[in-house]
């Protein structure tokens, strides 16, 4: 009669793990193993969350302050900005009035000057309106707004060009070129 090994009688082989696992302690002990490792992950996790978390509230105090210091340098170089354009505007126009740009006129309501040379007369006819300004231009009325330009003929080889750059409620701003 021949022996037979205890594992061919079951029908499967027995593993090294298998076997150890065999004995009603070694479960528990291991499943407990597991459990315990399984909770100290769990902590570990929480841990590193809460260390997150302190830190990115700690961030977002600091760049709140920086938000803060930004903000107000911001408000201080607007601040600084408003008062040089104004400084500048007012430059330019103590210098246009000085000097004004060739060709450029200042025109108050019901007042004619003599331009391009002397080849042209042109006159505001009354206060501009919000529309436009009514201009008298060698003996003509013409209705004109910002930026319009009124072609003149002086004589069949030369004509003039009045441009309406601007006005307000006293006085208009025109150029006036005959090439």
């Known amino acids: ?3 037979t090994p205890r594992s061919d009688r079951d029908g499967r082989p027995r593993s090294g793990l298998g076997a150890w696992l065999r004995t009603r302690q070694r479960r528990l002990l291991t499943i407990l193993l597991l459990l ?3 909770v100290g992950a ?3 996790g929480l841990e590193n969350s809460r260390v997150d978390l302190a830190n990115a509230k700690q961030l977002v105090l600091q760049l709140q302050a920086e938000s803060q210091k930004f903000k ?3 408000a201080d170089q607007t601040s600084r900005l408003v008062s040089l354009q104004s400084t500048a505007n007012r430059l330019n126009a103590k210098l246009n009035e000085l000097m004004p740009a060739k060709d450029t006129y200042q025109i108050a309501a019901n007042q004619s000057l003599i331009v391009a040379n002397g080849r042209l007369t042109v006159g505001l006819i009354g206060s501009p309106t919000n529309q436009g300004i009514a201009l008298n231009i060698n003996g003509r009325q013409q209705m004109a707004a910002s930026g319009d330009v009124v072609e003149v003929a ?3 080889s030369t004509t003039c060009h009045v441009r309406v750059q ?3 409620m006293f006085q208009a701003r025109i150029t006036a070129t005959c090439p």
């Open 154 to 156: 002086v004589d069949p």
């Open 42 to 44: 769990y902590v570990i």
């Open 166 to 168: 601007g006005f307000d």
């Open 72 to 74: 107000e340098q911001i």
């Open 36 to 38: 315990a490792a399984l």
């Open 1 to 3: 009669m021949s022996e």
